[in-house]
């Protein structure tokens, strides 16, 4: 079974950025895709970000594009998302998630993290 423990979470200023990581435990990060959702108040859990096993490819929400990038650390065990240029509408909870695929449903989920965008 695999723990995720997302951080970095805040309030920060329209414009400004910050960092999310999500450490995992309990199993073989390098053998996890990873991906980045968030879920605002009355909304439906959204697809933000996901990156491959080994790295090499990662995807976006139309949203976040230009704006957000996501990388791993494989010996850390762990994903991080780089949130910069942030927008009110930015704010949510937002949750890792680990599969053993590299396509197809997320199989673990984190707690989440808030973040909260000023405008």
């Known amino acids: 079974q695999v723990q995720l423990v997302e951080s970095g979470g805040g309030l920060v200023q329209a414009g400004g950025s910050l960092r999310l990581s999500c450490a995992t435990s309990?199993?073989?990060?390098?053998?996890?895709?990873m991906g980045w959702f968030r879920q605002a108040p009355g909304n439906e859990r959204d697809f933000v970000a996901s990156?491959?096993?080994?790295?090499?490819?990662?995807a976006f929400a139309d949203s976040v594009k230009g704006r957000f990038s996501i990388s791993r650390d494989n010996a850390k065990n762990t994903v991080y998302l780089q949130m910069n240029n942030l927008k009110p509408e930015d704010t949510a909870v937002y949750y890792c998630a680990a599969r053993a695929a590299n396509f197809g449903a997320f199989d673990f989920w984190g707690r989440g993290t808030q973040v909260t965008v000023s405008s």
């Open positions: 990156i491959m096993r080994s790295g090499g490819r990662t």
């Open positions: 309990g199993g073989t990060f390098s053998s996890y895709a």
